[in-house]
């Protein structure tokens, strides 16, 4: 009977074997190092995409903020629009009440009175002014009392200066009736002429 030499074909095996196993260790290891790189990858792409709307949100918060702060601008403009039209409002109401107020200073001025200025406080009215004597001044009163848009005469202090012609000056307060004064007003000196003849023309009132 003839003998087979098996021990090269068994060594050849193992060595295929051993090949296989080594291909596919490498095969393997090939396969987690690309998995892992593609897992890396994905991941890369996701802290982008997050970034790029990180960024897009940052821009749109810097625009809503520039919004709100044009808002607040248009915001105050507003109050001070609103402002301004309730000053010129006021103006407007109190318009007609410094027209008659001036209307009765001039009808209720005796002759030999002036006044030397003249100030509007709400409803109150401070004249100040000369007179000849204390009783032009008392006349004054009477023709305030007397008036359809001034009342409440009150003369705070008057004060004789020299003698003879040099006069008296006075400061007097009077309440507005008929209209809500509002604001402060300061006239002019009254000219002592005009304001004498044309008193004395339409108040009617002598020395």
């Avoid at 915001?75 to 209307?103: N, T, W, Y």
């Avoid at 209209?179 to 004498?196: D, I």
């Amino acid at each position: 009977m003839p003998r087979i030499n098996l021990l090269p074909w068994r060594e050849a095996d193992r060595k295929r074997k051993r090949q296989e196993f080594l291909v596919g260790i490498g095969g393997a290891v090939a396969i987690a190092v690309l998995l892992g790189l593609f897992a890396k990858l994905q991941l890369q792409a996701s802290i982008d995409h997050q970034a790029g709307r990180n960024q897009l949100i940052k821009e749109q918060i810097t625009e809503v903020d520039k919004q709100i702060t044009e808002i607040l601008g248009l915001e105050a403009q507003k109050q001070r629009l609103v402002a301004r039209m309730e000053v010129i409002d006021q103006l407007q109401r109190s318009r007609p009440g410094g027209v008659h107020l001036f209307d009765q200073l001039v009808r209720t001025i005796p002759d030999g009175v002036y006044f030397t200025a003249i100030k509007q406080t709400g409803g109150k009215v401070q004249l100040n002014g000369v007179a000849q004597s204390q009783t032009r001044v008392s006349a004054l009163m009477r023709n305030i009392e007397a008036s359809e848009w001034l009342a409440e005469p009150a003369l705070e202090k008057v004060e004789t200066k020299g003698s003879g012609d040099s006069g008296a000056e006075f400061v007097m307060f009077a309440s507005q009736t008929g209209v809500a004064a509002e604001g402060v007003v300061v006239a002019a000196p009254t000219r002592k002429g005009t304001a004498s003849k044309r008193g004395k023309k339409e108040a009617g009132v002598g020395k």
